[in-house]
């Protein structure tokens, strides 16, 4: 029987790997809802495997611990892995398994539902209405048809709202500075992105290169009114600038479903909590900003693909097949 200690959890997340779990009789998860860090590694004493997700903390200190208690499998439940310390697990001969693809669908069409809800101002609208209140005043969008959407980042999810913002009938251009060969992509350079678009969507994982490429020198080169779209990692906009742009009006709305510092603020109950960041407390409070706690990739598809996805890695670990999703230095 192998044992897997599961960090982070919430009851969807349960819900779904028991019933993948039904295919694994010799495999046992234990629940815990701490995230994982350098002090609650012990709590993983005795396993022999840990599932793992974005907000967990896999610094050289954690999994020097874990491999200290014989643990050499971290399987991600999540595409990204820029919160795991890849050059320490190279080195210690520990393996790192993620899901690359659980549903690009789920994120895309949370992007676009975000800019939908944003630009036609429908949380305030369901707000206003729930008082009584079928006042129009301040609700006025904008056409998306016509208008210039640059998408930064072609991969799956990319890709999809891509197409969904090209369904609009929107003119859509992209950067990647790993662009996709003979591909009917229309890509420019980052600075012409900025100055062309009206709406701007991520969708690039979060790299060293990539860190911050939502800053003041990015947004000064933006067109005036710009809408800008985020539901890859919170690290990519520097949120002081953002919060910059939006109060003199270059940005004209944002929309966030992470944000930099959420580790220790997304998936959980603050609503009995003064929050200590400055920042987030006030782009909650402006009107022209939409905030989901990272649930883009939150559909009944993409959980049913992230348990088998993760049960599939960790099996191949164990019975010594290839590992196919693995990450390597």
Do not use: W
């Amino acid at each position: 029987m192998k044992k897997i200690s599961f960090f982070d959890t919430k009851p969807y997340d349960k819900e779904f790997f028991d019933e993948e779990l039904k295919k694994y009789p010799d495999y046992k998860m234990v629940y815990h809802e701490e995230k994982l860090n350098a002090k609650t590694a012990v709590l993983a004493k005795g396993s022999d495997a840990v599932v793992a997700f974005v907000n967990d903390d896999l610094s050289a200190d954690t999994l020097r611990k874990l491999k200290k208690r014989n643990i050499s499998c971290v399987a991600m439940r999540c595409a990204g892995y820029n919160n795991v310390d890849i050059n320490y697990a190279g080195e210690h001969d520990m393996h790192v398994m993620r899901v690359p693809a659980y549903s690009p669908y789920a994120v895309a069409e949370h992007a676009m539902g975000m800019l939908l809800t944003l630009n036609r101002k429908l949380h305030r609208a369901y707000n206003r209405i729930r008082e009584y209140n079928f006042s129009l005043n301040g609700l006025t969008g904008f056409d998306l048809h016509g208008k210039t959407v640059g998408v930064i980042g072609t991969g799956k999810i990319g890709r999809v709202f891509m197409d969904i913002c090209k369904g609009f009938g929107m003119n859509v251009i992209a950067y990647d500075p790993f662009p996709i060969v003979n591909s009917d992509i229309h890509y420019v350079s980052l600075d012409e992105l900025f100055e062309q678009a009206h709406i701007i969507s991520l969708h690039c994982p979060l790299t060293k290169d990539s860190r911050h490429i939502i800053n003041g020198k990015a947004i000064k080169k933006m067109r005036d009114g710009v809408v800008i779209l985020n539901t890859s990692r919170g690290a990519l906009i520097n949120s002081e600038a953002l919060v910059e742009g939006l109060k003199d009006g270059k940005i004209r709305a944002a929309a966030l479903d992470v944000y930099e510092e959420e580790a220790d603020i997304f998936y959980e109950d603050n609503s009995n909590t003064i929050i200590q960041d400055d920042i987030l407390a006030r782009l909650i409070s402006m009107p022209n900003v939409l905030i989901t706690s990272h649930q883009a990739f939150l559909t009944e598809e993409a959980l049913g693909n992230i348990a088998e996805t993760t049960m599939k890695n960790l099996d191949q670990f164990f019975t010594g097949a290839a590992l196919e999703n693995e990450v390597k230095k």
